[in-house]
């Protein structure tokens, strides 16, 4: 069945990146567009009516941990009064043997509500980075009934973090667990890639630099490069790391990944800010931004979590100007990529001084085509005959709104998460007047 | 698919974990004590459903 999708502003994507078309078509025909533009001269079986609304490539958030950001926001919030477990320095850490991971029943019900909240603010796909372990026929049946496109896979480590009874923070190190734990992330990834009819598929998830060892981090590379998988670690994601891979390795974190042959163009990095290029780390040697550039590993930009600690990157018109690609992620509540992409822009041009900073362009690329490049999914992330029919339709003439010229910059400088309308993932209409349709057929309640 | 109980649901699965951390918080700080709220709250507490 052919659907169109009219009189909106159409986001498609031509020979030279996206462009827009005003009062714009996209056709789509099961899972696949194929039109995307001005009018449409062809028959089709259903029309949907976009006037006053952006049609877009559904966002690719790229950092969404489903149990803790549904929950444990507040633990990492701004005004945290633990300064050494403030996520500043390093990460929250509890006394050993005392935390006990949610019930299962609560972890599930945790996921569902982030699950629906991404779509609901427009990601059609989502990378999920980890956290607690859980039941993983569950969560495929979750993934398959809300029907978002979801990268996921038990993430591993095999040094843990622990704070003792004088709150100092120590790492104890666990070979036979962070064994134990790749060959899961392996069998979970053998058996779940493609799941939920396709929805679910799998991602390689060393933990943090800090808490995997060399060996571990290149074990894991080399599984995903066999298994054919992207893998994802948080690198340069605080200045306790920073240090830490300084002290063991003499090198940044950056620099050491690039030296294991773990950065590539499958290589996805949590955050990467504190590299040679962040006055805080004071270090004047060596340049991770070319060697990230030189490697084609993506950086996951999560600008809000970062800002709520006083902390930004330096900057994201630096990265880009280096080559490196960009894409943007949440880690944090509300996992709203269309504020997300705001705050990615105005902190550009703060940390650069500079107002021409931090563009709509730049910012919409990386909510949308720069999730694509290490998952090897060039379908995704753009409206073009072909892609895959992942579409949002967002609610942009109105009082919020205003008048406007440009609807990128509108939905970047105004818009946001609670202006999504509609969600198509996969040809299949999940969210509709802000309502989720039961998208798969399978009632869990 | 029902939002209203799937919000319901997440939020009483987070005040458990919010109400077990004092159990490993290494100096069995409370979640209000670690973030202060903005002002004082008065009648329930933490209930948002």
């Not at chain 1, 982030?114 to 495929?140: K, M």
């Not at chain 1, 967002?394 to 309308?421: N, Q, S």
Request: glycine share 10%; net charge negative.
């Amino acid at each position: 069945m052919k659907t169109a999708i009219e009189g909106g502003w159409v986001v498609a994507f031509g020979k030279e990146g996206h462009e827009v078309f005003q009062n714009g078509t996209v056709v789509y025909e099961n899972d696949r567009v194929v039109h995307a533009g001005g009018e449409f001269a062809g028959e089709v079986d259903a029309r949907i009516d976009a006037r006053g609304m952006l049609v877009s490539p559904g966002f690719i958030n790229t950092h969404i941990h489903p149990v803790g950001n549904g929950g444990d926001y507040l633990l990492m919030d701004n005004i945290k009064n633990d300064y050494r477990t403030a996520n500043y320095l390093s990460f929250s850490a509890p006394l050993k043997g005392k935390f006990a991971p949610p019930a299962p029943e609560n972890m599930a019900a945790l996921r569902l509500f982030v699950l629906l909240h991404a779509l609901r603010h427009g990601s059609t796909t989502i990378i999920d980075v980890g956290g607690f372990p859980g039941e993983w026929e569950t969560y495929a049946r979750q993934i398959e009934s809300v029907g978002l496109r979801v990268y996921a896979g038990p993430a591993f480590r095999d040094r843990n973090t622990f704070t003792d009874e004088q709150g100092r923070i120590y790492y104890e190190e666990n070979a036979e667990a962070g064994r134990q734990g790749l060959e899961k992330a392996a069998a979970f990834i053998r058996e779940f890639d493609g799941a939920a009819d396709g929805l679910l598929r799998g991602i390689m998830l060393p933990a943090q630099v800090e808490t995997c060892t060399e060996p571990l981090l290149r074990a894991a590379k080399e599984q995903a490069q066999k298994l054919d998988v992207p893998v994802h670690t948080h690198a340069g994601g605080n200045l306790l790391e920073f240090q830490r891979i300084l002290q063991e390795y003499r090198k940044t974190p950056i620099a050491f990944l690039a030296d294991i042959g773990f950065l590539d163009s499958r290589t996805l990095l949590g955050h990467a800010v504190f590299t040679t290029a962040h006055p805080w780390t004071l270090y004047p040697f060596g340049d991770d931004l070319r060697l990230l550039a030189e490697s084609g590993a993506t950086v996951g930009h999560c600008p809000y979590k970062y800002v709520k600690m006083a902390i930004i990157l330096r900057s994201l018109e630096q990265y880009l100007q280096a080559g490196i690609p960009m894409a943007i992620g949440t880690d944090s509540y509300p996992m709203d990529m269309v504020s997300e992409m705001r705050w990615a822009s105005m902190l550009a041009k703060v940390a650069d001084g500079n107002y021409q900073a931090g563009r709509p362009r730049d910012v919409f690329n990386a909510a949308t085509l720069g999730g694509c490049g290490f998952l090897a999914r060039d379908e995704l992330g753009r409206l073009a005959p072909g892609s895959k029919a992942d579409i949002v339709m967002i609610r942009l003439e109105h009082m919020g709104t205003g008048a406007f010229r440009d609807p990128i910059k509108a939905l970047v400088e105004y818009g946001a998460g609670r202006d999504v309308d509609t969600v198509i993932v996969n040809g299949k209409t999940l969210i509709k007047r802000r309502g989720h349709q039961l998208g798969r057929g399978k009632n869990l309640q | 698919m029902d939002e209203e109980k799937i919000y319901n649901e997440a939020c009483r699965a987070v005040e458990g974990y919010w109400a077990n951390v004092p159990n490993w918080h290494w100096a069995g700080q409370d979640v209000d004590s670690m973030i202060p709220p903005a002002f004082p709250i008065h009648g329930a507490a933490a209930a948002n459903h």
